[in-house]
């Protein structure tokens, strides 16, 4: 656990875009939900639903899961282009039956902010032999603990709850150096974000029979707005700086006092539902509304806009034979899904979208209920127009689960 939550302090993006705000937003969810394009409206006696804590009350054996992503992003640009690859882990969870109820807890990345950026602007025309140069950095990110417990009302109506405390950091660096005919001088300035504050969210689970095997099943979650409490620091310095080797040297070194602060985290609603046959197939899809971003105190940037987010997704799976003894892969969950979002970042007037396509395969272990899940996951997010940086990313994700029976005492020893 120590191991794990040490890798979750990681860079995991490399994006431009995590400039903005507290930084791209990660995916809630297990290897086997990203497979299926995100939807979360699937449940089984064997496998964790981070994204609905309702579904808790349907486990019937114990589970702990663990994944992660190694991506690999091209950023472009009209006239560049830079790649980039991250590796990642995505979540680390248990979820517990107890009859009727159930309960989970884990940890999970929220946010990841990862950049460097560099402006060169040339001498002007107008005779000045001066080159501005910037360079912005920033790295860190937010991450969750969450525990939650669901209860079934009746045999098909589950209702659960997850308690969330956020935490991380975020530190933001600006340099701007001017190169006189000898020697650049310039001047930094470091910002540092300390946060933390709780958060809750809710869900219902409704799951039925129909004729000839057939399951109906639909979800909704629902997360209130929440505020996280930001310590903030500043630290102000002038520097002689080699824009060639990314040498530095400080001159001076301040520490500015900023007031303190506190961010508004966005609410967000989820609903879906899924036709399929137990054990067998289903097919589902899930629409996600996010509320806006809270930016107050960071900044007022020119260009720069925030809205309410979307997300559509659809997916399903496939399991040939289930209790095959023949063949492996008549036993091998078959995953794909597709997933449309609006991520709610304006820039220069364009809203900034995410499109992925995934597949994904659940390999069972030996005899056991436990298995790996692989993924892939294509995409593109952003555009090329007006000035901006369009990211095609190709991610692999990779996922434990394993289940069993726990705390049964064996009547043989």
């Known amino acids: 656990m120590l191991f794990s939550t040490a890798l979750l302090a990681q860079q995991s993006t490399a994006s431009p875009n995590s400039f903005y705000g507290l930084g791209d937003v990660k995916f809630k969810g297990t290897n086997e939900n990203r ?16 994204q609905n804590p309702a579904s808790y009350s349907f486990l019937k054996y114990t589970s702990f899961a663990i994944g992660g992503t190694n991506a690999r992003t091209t950023f472009k640009t009209d006239s560049q282009e830079e790649s980039a690859n991250r590796t990642s882990i ?3 969870a248990f979820g517990i039956p107890l009859g009727k109820a159930g ?16 402006s060169v602007t040339p001498p002007t025309s107008g005779g000045v032999a001066e080159t501005r140069v910037n360079t912005y950095q920033g790295e860190g990110g937010l991450n969750k603990v969450f525990l939650g417990g669901a209860y079934k009302i009746t045999p098909k109506l589950s209702f659960g709850v997850d308690f969330q405390y956020n935490f991380g950091s975020i530190e933001k660096t600006t340099l701007v150096s001017i190169t006189e005919p000898e020697v650049p001088l310039g001047s930094r ?11 809750i969210a809710t ?11 057939m399951e109906l099943s639909g979800s909704l979650t629902y997360m209130p707005s929440n505020n996280l409490d930001a310590d903030n620091t500043r630290n102000v310095a002038t520097v002689t700086y080699d824009p060639f080797t990314g040498a530095e040297y400080i001159s001076e070194d301040v520490d500015v006092e900023v007031p303190d602060s506190k961010v508004k985290m966005p609410s967000k609603v989820s609903f879906g539902a899924a036709l399929g046959r137990s054990k067998k197939w289903s097919v589902g899809s899930e629409m996600t509304f996010t509320g806006s ?4 105190g960071q900044g007022s940037l020119e260009g720069v806009d925030f809205q309410g987010g979307t997300r559509f997704a659809v997916g399903g799976f496939y399991i040939p034979k289930y209790n095959s003894f023949r063949s492996y892969f008549e036993r091998v969950v078959y995953r794909a899904g597709f997933r449309y979002e609006n991520t709610g970042l304006i820039l220069n007037g364009k809203s900034i979208r995410d499109t992925g396509v995934s597949f994904g395969l659940g390999l069972p272990v030996g005899a056991s ?7 892939l996951e294509y995409g593109k997010k952003g555009t090329t127009s007006n000035g901006l940086i369009q990211e095609n990313y ?16 064996p009547k043989y020893d």
């Open 35 to 50: 497979a299926m394009g995100s939807v979360g409206v699937f449940v089984d006696s064997i496998h964790v639903n981070l």
């Open 90 to 92: 995505d979540y680390i």
């Open 103 to 118: 309960f989970g807890f884990g940890l999970v990345p929220h946010t990841s902010v990862g950049y460097n950026i560099q």
């Open 189 to 199: 300035t470091k910002n540092k974000s300390v946060y933390g504050g709780f958060g």
């Open 203 to 213: 869900g219902l689970f409704y799951q039925t029979k129909l004729k000839n095997k």
């Open 293 to 296: 971003n809270d930016v107050e």
């Open 369 to 375: 209920i436990s298995n790996i899940n692989i993924g």
């Open 394 to 409: 190709f991610a692999i994700n990779v996922g434990l689960s394993l289940s069993d029976r726990w705390f049964v005492k």
